[in-house]
């Protein structure tokens, strides 16, 4: 989600002094935009983002307005089963997962070995291998050979599983074993609960719930739309998931938040910021957790997590908040016309870190929020039978040529 500072970094459409791809004869074909920008691949119910006006929504309801108003379960609720939860709903909803998740007795004393092959990776590295362990113990079938009911037990279960695989994970190669959740504890404050194995303030648990529900889903970004292409061959919905954690892995999608308060602990001081941010831009360099690929406006995901910040204060929050303000005062006398504002990584890694969690956990946690989307994406895919079958153009050498002798 980072881009470059000056548009050379990052070209929409290849150079001009390239040559010409060869041409195909097939009628068929239709060339896209490099990278699918702006290509409307399919129709969906579940979200949308709205970039030039700086607004996103689950379903009919502003993702933003969700996040300030109502919990992570109702909004688990909304995006799996299509309406938001009255009370009874809610609370049956909240046993219905919080019994989910408990570690599988199959998967328990494969965990410390897992964690101890992938301990230079962190936890998610070996989310995906535990994760289709505990698919394979429950017996979890294609897409394809299950019934839409099914579809949805699968995708809980797999929803309420991934935070206590992450946290054991995580605590399990730092040394420590791990925290059985608590059915008592809403989604997020037990997620907190078994990473520190404290119960968390109120405050930070609620800041960690707003973060989980505001990057729960956001259009058909790299790793949605690899959870559906892969949905579309009637695979089973744990493959569906890990596609999407493999999309995730990259930096330019769901690593930044550490990148993005590495960054503040580069700059180091108040005095440094204005020389730091010019060398950069100038440079052409990135500056992490600042530009969108979408928004062409200021992210609502880092306006709400801004005020949530701020909220908390202190020290690293104001500094934060003078490095977003001096980026954009000095990209504006130093790209006129290029705009460039925070994305949801910036202050998300500050959010997190305020709350007391890991650096290395940053993007774990957001995946935590993420495969919530991605099921609901992974089961709206699974009811179109079409199968997602791209072309590409060929631009090799000249074909069929002889095969020369040995």
Known sequence: MNVATTPAQAPETAPETAPAPARTADPSQIDVPRGLKGVVVTETGLSDVRGTEGF??????????????????????????????????????????????????????????????????????????????????????????????QRIEDALFATSLVPTLLTALYRLQHGEQPVEPREDLGHAANYLYMLTGEEPA?????????????TVDHGFNASTFTARVIASTGADLVACLL????????????????????????????????????????AGDRIMGFGHPVYRTEDPRSRMLRGIAQGFGGELVDFAVTVEERVEAILAELKPGRELHTNVEFYAGVVMHLCGLPREMFTPTFAAAR?????????????DPKIIRPAARYTGAPAPQPVPAR
């Open 202 to 214: 109120p405050a930070a648990a609620r800041a960690v719930e707003q973060y989980l529900i505001s």
């Open 243 to 282: 596609g999407g954690l493999g999309a995730l892995s990259g930096p330019l999608h769901g690593g930044a938040p550490s990148r993005a308060l590495d960054t503040l602990d580069e700059i180091g001081t108040p005095d440094r910021i204005d020389d730091w941010i010019r060398t950069r831009v100038l």
């Open 371 to 383: 495969v919530i989307g991605w099921s609901a994406n992974i089961l709206e895919q699974a009811a």
């Open 56 to 149: 996103y929504h689950y379903r009919q309801y502003s993702a933003i307005d969700l996040a300030q108003q109502r919990t992570l379960e109702d909004v688990w609720h909304l995006m799996l089963l299509g309406e938001l939860p009255d009370e009874a709903r809610l609370a049956a909803f909240r046993a219905r997962t919080a019994r989910l998740r408990h570690l599988p007795a199959a998967l328990r004393p494969l965990l410390p070995a897992l964690a101890a092959a992938t301990a230079r990776g962190g936890a998610l590295s070996a989310l995906g291998a535990a994760l289709s362990v505990a698919a394979a113990d429950r017996g979890i079938r294609p897409l394809y050979d299950t019934a839409p009911e």
